[in-house]
C-alpha cells in the first residue's frame, strides 16, 4: 500500500452526491489536511434524488450540485469534475468509460477512490445499481482505458491528453475492507459535509447518532481501540 507521504493527488469518483461524504469524507479531510490534493467526480447529478415533492423535479440536480460543493469545501476540496450522467440510468458504457479515463488524465491520480463494482448481499443499499455500475466503469478506465494511448485516441488526439496509470485504488463501499482510517478527530467536519446534503439529510433527525454507530462499528472491526471512529476500504494494487 502507498504510503500518504508519497501520494500527491486523489481522484475521488462517486455515482451520486452525497456518496463520498457517507463513505469517505473523513479520510479525505485526513488527506487535504496532509497536504494531498483531492478532486472529485461526479457520476450523476443526483437529480433523482431527494425527499420533498414540493421541490420541482427540475431543480434538483441543481441544488445538489451545489450542495455537493459546499459539503466538499467542509474537507479540503476545491476541484469538482461532473460528467452530468442521469441518476438512476447509469450504465459501464464506452462513453463513461471515455470521460472517465479522461478526468483520470486530467487530474492523474497517485490513488484513486471508487464504488465497488460487487454487491452487497448483507447490505443491498449501498448497492445501488448507479454505484455498481460507476465502480464498474470507473475500474474500466483505470485498467486498462486510462493508461493505453490507444484507448479512446480522441483523448490524446484532440484533448491532448496522455495516458496515466493509477498505481492505487480504494473500493468504498464495500463488503470485504482490508483497511481502516481513524476519522475520530475529522469527525466533526464529516459531520458538517453530510449535513451540507439538505435536500438528502434535512429529514434525518437521528443522522449524527447513525454515523457515529457505523464509524464506531468499523473501529471495533480493525480494533482501533474505545471511542474511535474509521472509515473502512478495500485497497486495490492497480499497478
Known amino acids: 500500500m502507498l ?3 508519497d501520494v500527491e493527488r486523489v481522484l475521488v469518483l462517486a455515482a451520486h452526491p452525497d456518496d463520498i461524504d457517507f463513505g469517505a469524507a473523513g479520510t479525505v479531510a485526513t488527506w487535504t489536511e496532509a497536504g494531498i490534493e483531492v478532486s472529485y467526480c461526479l457520476v450523476t447529478d443526483g437529480d ?5 415533492p414540493a421541490v420541482p423535479r427540475s431543480e434538483i440536480g441543481g441544488i445538489r450540485r451545489a450542495e455537493q460543493s459546499a459539503a466538499a469545501a467542509h474537507v479540503g ?8 450522467y ?8 464506452m462513453e463513461l468509460r471515455r470521460d472517465i479515463s479522461r478526468v483520470i488524465r486530467q487530474v492523474r491520480p497517485q490513488r484513486m477512490v471508487i464504488p465497488s463494482p460487487e454487491r452487497d448481499w448483507a447490505r443491498l443499499a449501498p448497492s445501488h445499481p448507479d454505484h455498481l455500475e460507476a465502480g464498474e466503469a470507473a475500474m474500466r478506465a483505470i485498467y486498462p482505458d486510462a493508461r493505453n494511448p490507444f484507448a479512446h485516441p480522441e483523448l490524446l488526439e484532440a484533448e491532448g491528453l496522455k495516458e496515466w496509470t493509477v498505481p ?6 464495500t463488503a470485504a475492507p482490508n483497511h481502516a482510517v481513524d476519522v475520530t478527530e475529522v469527525f466533526e467536519r464529516k459531520i458538517a459535509a453530510l449535513l451540507s446534503h439538505e435536500s438528502q439529510t434535512g429529514h434525518l433527525p437521528e443522522l449524527r447518532e447513525h454515523v457515529v454507530s457505523m464509524l464506531e ?12 471512529m474509521a ?3 478495500r485497497v486495490v494494487d492497480t499497478r
Open 3 to 5: 504510503d500518504d507521504r
Open 48 to 52: 433523482a434524488g431527494g425527499f420533498d
Open 77 to 84: 476540496v476545491r476541484q469538482l469534475y461532473w460528467l452530468g
Open 86 to 93: 442521469p441518476d438512476g440510468r447509469l450504465a459501464a458504457s
Open 168 to 173: 492505487e485504488t480504494w473500493l468504498s463501499p
Open 217 to 228: 462499528g468499523n473501529a471495533a472491526r480493525f480494533d482501533l481501540g474505545a471511542g474511535r
Open 231 to 233: 472509515e473502512v476500504f
